[in-house]
């Protein structure tokens, strides 16, 4: 290990002793499941392991904060797409119900559509959605979202170039 890499570690030790006790209680008091709770602190602290090292960290705990929040935005959001799929997958036959394997690959599948759409608004990705899943035209997307058909062609543009983005990377 480089003494650099040594540095971060010492550091991230640090913040461990010191904050653990205090974000871990900060997150059982928004997540109830004890286990998910610890899980995400120990999440919090290996984003850490990543960051470049803040010699001049005045609140430790407020960069924890952060991270913490961030994590539970990430595993809700997580839970509610798992909970919308598991409601349409209670629609399909019981004869054509995917294996396990298969629900476990459309989550991760989902997820990374998610994580892709992430950059833009509710609207813009509720739009998107509305058009490339549901077959939803621009007219129908405008009265459901309440905005112009412009603005629809706007939010649109935006879910493709994410779209682009995510396969080639920002134009040049």
């Known amino acids: 290990m480089t003494a650099e890499g040594s540095s971060q570690r010492q550091w991230v030790e640090t913040l461990y002793r010191d904050h653990h006790g205090w974000l871990l209680g900060w997150l059982r008091r928004k997540q109830p499941c004890p286990q998910r709770a610890e899980d995400l602190s120990q999440d919090a602290f290996v984003r850490l392991l990543g960051r470049e090292r803040m010699n001049d960290l005045r609140e430790p705990r407020a960069l924890l904060l952060t991270i913490a929040r961030g994590l ?5 959001r997580r839970s509610d797409l798992e909970q919308a799929y598991l409601e349409a997958l209670a629609q399909v036959p019981e004869g054509e119900y995917p294996s396990t394997e298969e629900q476990a690959l459309a989550i991760e599948a989902l997820e990374q559509v998610e ?40 939010y649109l543009t935006q879910g493709m170039r994410q779209c682009y983005v995510a396969l080639y990377g920002t134009p040049t």
């Open 72 to 76: 539970l935005i990430d595993h809700f």
């Open 115 to 154: 994580r892709l759409l992430d950059g833009l608004s509710a609207r813009a990705r509720a739009a998107f959605l509305y058009n490339r899943l549901d077959g939803m035209s621009h007219a129908e997307i405008a009265e459901r979202l309440g905005v112009s058909v412009p603005r629809v062609r706007q």
